[in-house]
């Protein structure tokens, strides 16, 4: 099941958490590869449907010849106005796999990693407007010291802001290269890659807007799943993990969860299990998953 585009992470334990029903209709909101529709699909029977969103260009390429399956070019933020133009209201379930694919890491151009050099983009949908050469080049040292504070959660994110609104005064900083010599006198070396790591993923954050985005997604589910529907989600950072969690126990982001007349505890969601991490031996064959976590929820 693996594929050159992306190795599906999780895969076995995130489809076993949407507990399939053969004819259910199902949404991959992370199409990319394929690898976690494809397995979806070999537990559907005829009559079963799976919806696939993905909104980078190139994941069309690995797009699946099955009668029951229709993959959607768009952001998944935009699930459910896309699901009404199909004639969906309700599904059985939603898998969503967050991060960036393999393939983006894997294409130098994309600009998302730390081993090529190339222009600064990050985006995941090349429609949008915003890239990362835009961020890096033109926000102000406050919104830059915000978004490598919240995103990338680093504690000298001020020190590192002034030495991008510093450098960048004397040349446009447009090239990852670039962008890695002139943060290089603020990495320690014993840990340069893991903090370029971090101020990567903050930007990238900002970019493309990752947890407003999962934000939209899940404030739509409760209106989309069926009750007895299923959440099968996996993250791989903090930032995103702490919106799903909190997502599950309380149906929002912030604060305590709704109470009703009688003071019941109100949510949508009730989590199914604890959290799920990829096994040694996955982690051996895909470093990439060494981060991942996986959430399941049951439609209340």
Do not use: C, W
């Not at 992306?6 to 489809?15: A, G, Q, T």
């Amino acid at each position: 099941m693996e594929t050159n585009y992306h190795n599906p992470v999780l895969l076995k334990e995130s489809v076993d958490g949407l507990d399939i029903k053969k004819d259910g209709i199902y949404v991959d909101v992370t199409f990319g590869g394929g690898g976690h529709s494809k397995e979806i699909l070999s537990r559907l029977g005829p009559e079963g449907r799976l919806i696939a969103f993905d909104q980078d260009e190139e994941a069309l390429e690995n797009k699946l010849e099955d009668d029951r399956f229709t993959l959607i070019n768009e952001n998944f933020r935009y699930i459910k106005r896309f699901l009404k133009f199909y004639g969906i209201l309700k599904v059985d379930g939603i898998l969503a796999d967050f991060g960036v694919s393999s393939h983006q890491f894997d294409i130098a151009e994309r600009g998302f990693s730390t081993r090529f050099d190339a222009e600064l983009d990050m985006r995941m949908s090349k429609r949008t407007e915003l890239t990362a050469y835009e961020v890096v080049n033109t926000y102000s040292h406050e919104a830059l010291r915000k978004l490598l504070f919240r995103y990338g959660e680093l504690r000298n994110a001020g020190s590192i802001a002034q030495r991008i609104v510093q450098e960048r005064g004397k040349s446009p900083i447009s090239t990852t290269a670039r962008l890695k010599e002139v943060l290089d006198p603020l990495l320690p070396k014993a840990r340069s890659h893991k903090i370029l790591a971090q101020i990567y993923q903050a930007i990238r954050i900002e970019v493309n807007q990752e947890l407003v985005v999962i934000e939209e997604f899940l404030l739509q589910t409760p209106e989309l799943v069926k009750q007895g529907g299923r959440l099968s989600i996996i993250s791989y950072h903090s930032l995103e993990d702490r919106l799903v969690k909190r997502f599950i126990r309380a149906g929002q982001f912030e604060g305590e969860p709704e109470k009703d007349f009688y003071g019941n505890v109100e949510v949508p969601f009730k989590k199914i299990g604890g959290l799920i991490t990829p096994s040694a031996e996955e982690i051996a064959k895909n470093n990439r998953a060494r981060s991942a976590r996986l959430r399941i929820a049951i439609r209340i």
